[in-house]
């Protein structure tokens, strides 16, 4: 470790695995829900498994960033982080706001979690993804904005490279776009339509930037390929996701009551946003074919190309599976939805999370790289839950293909319910290899404890 | 990506096109803005107060955590976009009231203890919702 500030990183990178358990585990619950209908009801109904699977994602990912933030900005801004202090009392308070709103999620009944946060005030909870009460909502944007002052400080005082740009600007966009969750008008399709501009224009639009970011940084240090050659890259694959991402929300306005024009804005911006995750995938290949040096942390090297093999898989091509209009007039909201939700999250933005701790986290504790055992072991963990993953989304959409032929194409159209019980046998193929996952998961924590000789100090 | 092409080159093409694409980004959005009042429905919403009171309703129930509505939301329970077509005013209502089913193995849904009132709120949420221009979106009734 060059700078001793790095170290806030820690607490950030332990508690995203923390909550990476959690969300697993509701995962798993939610999954036997879908076969066996009355499981744990009515103590953990679906929808409440459902947010704390969700939502203990995107808090594990934007502590994942942040903790990669402060790793990252220090070393590339040449300077200490500007306050080590505030990087902490942050963490606690996000940690404990999250702790807060899960244990709210599981005890009390969401209308009155709604009635006693203050909704009233300002609704906007019940909606996917942004479910979380008033005040957890403001504690994010408060943690967010004291989380870029102390980051933007440090960069501002210190050396500023492309990559603390580019994930600057990601950061910031992040931020700015969450205070569309603030917007609920009472008209439906104008609630949707700028609800998207948080889910949409994150994933496919700010998330990228870190994520490129991230990816770009790791590569740097363990292939020693030139800092020019790199940022050159990084640059390239962000100009192609805002280009295509930005006007690609049209993917989202085909059928909410908004104008037809979407479908063909929609339909060829978001068919190019393929291009800036295969661009991802050719960067991680061909830097590590051109590395200049052996670095220790063969883990690491393993989490950053299979970032840039599954985010293209699970963004560029599940994405586009169902991202033409006509297509998505018969996928909209099916099993084939959940199946790309799955491998892009996982692909993308789980892996680069994964990347930068596999890369960090022994630094962080003292050393270049993990002993030989160690690393077997978390390549073990790659493969179980990578492979797991896979065989989740083609499980969802095997049931997603069959949904839509019996419900939406057949002459006779199946109920919903009716159509669920056709495809059960996929949604228990899909539990099964969820449990492998959470395998996978269990083999990863552990590689954390396993001793052996550790490589060279850092 | 050799030779001339510098990386004050990419970063310039990096800002002028991000710029570029979120204006046209914007100018679509406009234009949304102007067209959504012919299908949105929004002269019945402000008729109806009800309307309003059901969305609350919907969104502090968390309905959307096992339904779609208009597509999104959980894949978990059926599509209610269209159910006010598909069901009909007095079935939605009998239907919430009688929840769960508890019969065994099958999806429960919960018990909200809605009042009448709250029950006709909802359906009239539905209703306003069935009637939305969704560019002939669910393909059938079925959702
Ligand atoms: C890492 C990047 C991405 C992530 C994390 C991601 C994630 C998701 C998630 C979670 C949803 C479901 C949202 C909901 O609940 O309603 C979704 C929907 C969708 N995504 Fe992505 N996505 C990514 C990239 C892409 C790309 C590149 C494309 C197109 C090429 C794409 C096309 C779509 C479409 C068309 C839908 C709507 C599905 C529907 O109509 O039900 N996504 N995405
Ligand atoms: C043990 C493994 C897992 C199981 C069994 C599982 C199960 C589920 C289920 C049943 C749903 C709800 C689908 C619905 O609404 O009806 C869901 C949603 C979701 N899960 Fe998972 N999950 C697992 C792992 C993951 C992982 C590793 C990620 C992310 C990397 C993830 C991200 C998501 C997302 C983004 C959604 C919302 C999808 C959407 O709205 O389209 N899940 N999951
Ligand atoms: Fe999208």
């Known amino acids: 470790m060059q700078y001793k500030s790095q170290s806030v990183a820690k607490l950030y990178f332990i508690a995203a695995i923390g909550l990476f358990v959690a969300q697993i585990l509701f995962g798993l619950v939610m999954g036997l829900q879908y076969v066996m209908g009355d499981f744990l009801f009515p103590h953990i109904p679906f929808n409440v498994a459902r947010m704390v699977h969700t939502n203990a994602l995107i808090v594990w990912l934007l502590m994942g960033f942040m903790g990669a933030a402060y790793y990252l900005v220090p070393e590339e801004s040449e300077t200490e982080l500007f306050s080590p202090k505030l990087a902490v009392l942050m963490f606690w308070i996000f940690l404990v706001a999250a702790a807060l709103t899960v244990v709210g999620y599981l005890l009390v009944p969401y209308a009155g979690l709604a009635k006693l946060t203050g909704n009233d005030l300002l609704p906007t909870m019940g909606r996917e993804f942004l479910e979380q009460p008033l005040p957890t909502k403001l504690g994010i944007v408060v943690v967010a904005l004291v989380f870029l002052f102390n980051i933007t400080m440090t960069v501002l005082k210190g050396r500023k490279t492309s990559i603390s740009i580019v994930l600057l600007l990601g950061l910031w966009g992040l931020a700015i776009f969450f205070l569309f969750s603030f917007y609920n008008p009472d008209n439906v399709v104008k609630d949707k339509f700028y609800w998207w501009w948080v889910v949409h224009l994150w994933v496919e639009g700010v998330w990228e930037l870190i994520l490129g970011a991230i990816l770009a940084f790791v590569l740097i240090k363990v292939t020693g390929v030139d800092r020019e050659v790199i940022e050159k890259w990084l640059y390239v694959i962000v100009t192609l996701t805002l280009i295509t991402g930005i006007i690609g929300t049209g993917h989202h306005y085909y059928w909410i009551g908004t104008p037809e024009y979407w479908q063909w804005w929609g339909s060829i911006f978001s068919a190019l946003e393929p291009i800036p995750f295969f661009a991802m995938t050719l960067f991680a290949f061909n830097m590590v074919n051109r590395r200049r040096r052996e670095h220790p942390n063969k883990a690491a090297t393993l989490w950053a190309l299979g970032t840039g093999v599954m985010s293209f898989l699970g963004a560029g091509v599940w994405g586009f599976l169902h991202t033409l209009a006509p297509v998505n007039f018969y996928t909209h909201g099916t099993q084939i939805t959940a199946a790309h939700g799955h491998m892009a999250f996982y692909g993308a933005y789980v892996m680069v999370v994964l990347t930068m701790i596999s890369y960090a986290m022994p630094i962080l504790r003292g050393r270049a790289a993990n002993s030989n055992k160690a690393q077997v072991m978390e390549m073990w963990a790659f493969w179980l839950m990578t492979v797991a993953i896979v065989f989740i989304t083609l499980f969802l959409t095997a049931a997603g293909i069959l949904q839509v032929w019996l419900q939406r194409i057949a002459a006779t159209p199946m109920s919903f319910m009716d159509t669920q019980d056709k495809v059960a046998l996929f949604y228990w193929m899909r539990e099964w290899a969820g449990v492998v996952f959470l395998i996978g998961l269990l083999v990863y924590i552990w590689s954390f404890f396993c001793k052996g000789e550790d490589k060279t100090a850092a | ?143």
Not at chain 2, 53 to 75: D, F, S, V
Not at chain 2, 109 to 121: A, H, I, K, R
Not at chain 2, 124 to 135: L, P, W
């Open chain 2, 1 to 143: 990506m050799a030779g001339t092409f510098t990386t004050s080159m990419a970063r310039n093409i990096f800002f002028g096109g991000t710029i570029f694409f979120l204006l046209v980004f914007l100018a679509l959005t406009f234009q949304n803005e102007q067209i959504i009042p012919q299908r949105d429905q929004r002269a019945q919403l402000a008729a109806n107060p009800a309307i309003a009171a059901g969305k609350k309703l919907w969104e502090t129930n968390q309905c959307i955590g096992c339904h779609t509505l208009l597509g999104e939301g959980a894949y978990f329970a059926p599509e209610l976009g269209n159910v006010y077509k598909r069901r009909g005013p007095e079935f939605i209502k009998a239907w919430i009231k009688t929840q769960p089913t508890n019969t065994p193995g099958r999806r429960q849904m919960p018990q909200f203890n809605f009042t009448e009132q709250q029950l006709d709120d909802l359906t009239a949420f539905f209703k306003y919702v069935s009637e939305i221009n969704t560019s002939n979106w669910p393909p059938n009734i079925e959702g």
